[in-house]
């Protein structure tokens, strides 16, 4: 059996919906497609092309297609826009880490939020600790060094 075709009249969209038109495919004739409903892509690609427009993804994973090419978080927003938004209440909210190793732990729990450096903090030698408001202090009470 050969392939068959379906086309609506000249002008018009092609429409398949069900029955209360609660989920339906149009076919516009501006050559776009509406998909009206869930939609479930099981194992699918898009060809190296790109996925606009999403207000909100919800995902398990996001992960480099070519390592040659690498992974590029763009924080294109403007001023106070660009964020990463951690949970509450949480002993390891977020953890940077590589093969179970630790670098920078961000801990939210109530009262005890921290940031945990799980490595050595290696600085250029023009670039600069600043704090302010504060002091710093080393928390086995041994001498704390900073400079040269």
């Known amino acids: 059996?050969?392939?068959?075709?379906?086309?609506?009249?000249?002008?018009?969209?092609?429409?398949?919906?069900?029955?209360?038109?609660?989920?339906?495919?149009?076919?516009?004739?501006?050559?776009?497609?509406?998909?009206?409903?869930?939609?479930?892509?099981?194992?699918?690609?898009?060809?190296?092309?790109?996925?606009?427009?999403?207000?909100?993804?919800?995902?398990?994973?996001?992960?480099?297609?070519?390592?040659?090419?690498?992974?590029?978080?763009?924080f294109g927003g403007n001023n106070t826009l660009n964020k990463v938004s951690l949970t509450d209440n949480l002993a390891d909210a977020l953890n940077i880490n590589q093969g179970g190793t630790s670098y920078m732990k961000f801990v939210t729990t109530n009262s005890s939020e921290a940031i945990v450096a799980g490595k050595d903090l290696e600085t250029l030698t023009t670039t600069k600790i600043k704090q302010?408001?504060?002091f710093m202090q080393s928390s086995t009470h041994q001498a704390l060094t900073l400079g040269v």
Do not use: H, W, Y
């Open 1 to 74: 059996m050969g392939d068959a075709t379906v086309r609506p009249s000249t002008g018009d969209d092609l429409v398949v919906q069900n029955d209360d038109g609660s989920a339906k495919i149009e076919l516009n004739e501006d050559g776009t497609v509406t998909i009206t409903g869930t939609v479930t892509l099981p194992a699918t690609s898009f060809g190296d092309g790109n996925i606009t427009n999403v207000a909100d993804l919800n995902c398990d994973s996001v992960s480099v297609d070519d390592a040659t090419v690498g992974l590029d978080l763009n």
């Open 132 to 134: 302010k408001g504060a």
